[in-house]
């Protein structure tokens, strides 16, 4: 019996490993389809290289830090996966090691769509390495590696805060630090839309990330407990619905009409939310927690681009940290002692856990967002870490790949400008056709380029 439940908890695990894997198509579809076309293939490549770098470094030093024996701040074993034991719980060490490897691509991918269009690929590389070696790690040791908040009771049942705002603050940090893209803001400071070029991939970008995220929050559970996964399951639907419901209907209030890029978000605001608490709240809890979650997206995208003049190029701050953050504080107000991980909260009559999850939120975002922004003001003191204008005019994808998402695309309509205007790194005979070649917010202009 033993061996059989070994068996199915491993399977179930690495199922929904493989679903949050899963997920990184879901975030190139997302963030290429809310970009414009220009930098599709620099989009495809950041996402490709995010998991092939973070699986090196969490295998290398980052498991060890998160999850090796150390002291409540930081582990100091189990680099390499060595001088640790062959099963954690009720897996095995690398089934265990699979599962937590995907979780920590994606905090990294959570930056790559915040700073799109504008920052040197090889600049990115260098962060990725950076988030997922160290990072995300620490502050994953003190949430689920035996660390400090673990031990003094924050819940973060699968990664609101540990992953979502992680990544959510080091996209913040990203943007400060690369400013807008230009073209977004006027000299009066007016902001110019600049809208993505792919609707339908964008939304199969989120279906994608929706059927993902059921491993994401299911597997957290790390075994195949059927009624704490179908508990889960059912928290992460209704909370993913009640945040595009809620956005759909505040937009078409506000806006006169509904907005398709914002809905989108409303339900990742809806599944970022419920995260932390999904085995923590009843049905009914995540169904309020998607609703003020998506009405916080809406809002906190426009201040950001609006009041403090953030370029975030698909709302990653917002959706992934705004929203980790009202997650985690909603298992303190939620949270219920008939859920599979009882919770006394708020309704619940309890006070002393929201305290706690707001200490872990404060944390947490002291850790990633500073040791973020150094990163970057580092490397741009250093390196660099933004193209050159005409780079940016031209789009990524010719000048820092040599090659088009879309070679047979060509604009008409609009105005050419010299060739001279624009730099190509391409060898002679590589690319041949026409680039598009983004001159304000909201127009292209096409340049001929051999």
């Not at 939620?334 to 708020?346: C, K």
């Not at 947490?364 to 933004?386: D, E, P, Q, V």
Request: glycine share 14%; charged share 10%; aromatic share 12%.
């Amino acid at each position: 019996m033993e061996s059989l439940e070994l068996s199915v908890n491993t399977i179930w695990v690495l199922i929904s490993a493989f679903l949050v894997m899963w997920m990184r198509a879901g975030f190139a579809c997302l963030e290429a389809g809310l970009t414009r076309a220009k930098n599709t293939v620099n989009i495809l490549m950041k996402n490709v290289a995010t998991i092939a770098i973070g699986a090196l470094t969490f295998f290398i030093v980052g498991y060890g830090l998160m999850f090796g024996d150390g002291n409540c701040f930081v582990g100091w074993k189990g680099f390499f996966l060595e001088n640790t034991d062959d099963t954690v719980g009720h897996l095995p060490l690398y089934a265990f090691w699979f599962f937590q490897a995907v979780f920590c691509a994606t905090a990294a991918t959570i930056v790559s769509g915040a700073v799109a269009e504008r920052i040197k690929f090889t600049r990115y590389l260098i962060f990725t390495a950076v988030i997922t070696a160290v990072i995300y790690p620490v502050s994953g040791h003190w949430i689920w590696g035996g660390g400090w908040l673990q031990n003094i009771g924050f819940v973060d049942f699968a990664g609101s805060t540990a992953v979502h705002s992680v990544g959510g603050w080091a996209a913040l940090a990203g943007c400060i630090t690369l400013g807008p893209r230009i073209g977004k803001y006027n000299k009066n400071g007016t902001v110019n839309p600049i809208p993505g070029h792919n609707a339908p991939l964008a939304t199969l970008g989120v279906l994608i990330l929706l059927l993902g995220w059921f491993g994401f929050n299911g597997g957290s559970w790390l075994a195949a407990n059927p009624f704490a996964i179908s508990h889960i399951a059912g928290t992460t639907l209704l909370a993913a619905a009640a945040g595009g419901l809620s956005v759909t209907l505040l937009t078409l209030f506000k806006f006169g009409k509904t907005d398709y890029s914002m809905i989108l978000n409303g339900i990742l605001a809806g599944l970022v939310s419920i995260t932390a608490g999904t085995a923590s709240v009843s049905f009914l809890g995540a169904i309020v927690i998607g609703i003020i979650g998506g009405v916080i997206v809406v809002f906190t995208i426009l201040f950001f681009e609006k009041n403090l003049k953030i370029d975030d190029a698909v709302g990653a701050v917002s959706v992934h940290g705004i929203c980790g953050v009202w997650g985690t504080v909603a298992v303190g107000i939620f949270g219920v002692p008939t859920a599979p991980v009882a919770v006394h909260g708020l309704i619940a009559g309890g006070l002393s856990q929201l305290g706690i999850q707001s200490i872990g939120v404060l944390a947490t975002f002291a850790w990633a967002f500073g040791t973020s922004l150094a990163c970057f003001l580092l490397l741009k003191a250093t390196m660099g870490i933004r193209v050159p204008e005409q780079q940016e005019f031209a789009g990524l994808d010719v000048q820092e790949h040599g090659i088009s998402a879309y070679p047979d695309f060509i604009s008409k309509g609009f105005s050419r400008i010299p060739i001279s205007k624009v730099e190509t790194h391409a060898a002679p005979g590589l690319y041949q056709g026409r680039i598009s070649i983004g001159q304000s917010g909201s127009h292209d202009q096409a340049g001929s380029i051999t």
